[in-house]
């Protein structure tokens, strides 16, 4: 698995913006996929997460309502659909996959972790 996070880029405050997580070799589609963001300064956090049919999704407080995820079976991207974004939402954003088909917020229970891609929120 190797996965990728793209898409990012420098928006206004309340703009929106699609992230992208695609796995080169096409064997992610059993697997959860998580996003995690990490601001300068501060710890990875987790942003949210969904099952491997797309059935099932988990979002941190601080983006519920905001964020949304979707993916392409069998082997297609994950889209972290943001909305409304802000300035604390500035970081890294990081996609991981599961070796399991549901996974939480936990950063331990993933695996394979692609390159992040830079998002900066101008207020």
């Known amino acids: 698995v190797q996965l990728q996070a793209s898409g990012g880029g420098l928006v206004q405050a309340g703009d929106s913006l699609r992230l992208s997580c695609t796995d080169s070799?096409?064997?992610?589609?059993?697997?959860?996929v998580g996003w995690f963001r990490q601001a300068p300064g501060k710890e990875r956090e987790f942003v949210g997460s969904?099952?491997?049919?797309?059935?099932?999704?988990l979002f941190a407080e601080s983006v519920k309502g905001r964020f949304t995820l979707s993916r392409d079976r069998p082997k297609g991207p994950v889209y972290l659909q943001m909305s409304n974004l802000n300035a604390e939402d500035t970081g890294v954003y990081y996609c991981?996959?599961?070796?399991?088909?549901?996974?939480?917020?936990?950063?331990?229970?993933?695996?394979?972790w692609g390159q992040g891609t830079q998002v900066t929120v101008s207020s």
């Open positions: 991981a996959s599961a070796r399991k088909s549901y996974s939480g917020s936990r950063s331990g229970d993933y695996v394979y």
């Open positions: 969904i099952s491997w049919n797309g059935g099932s999704t």
């Open positions: 070799r096409g064997t992610f589609s059993n697997n959860a």
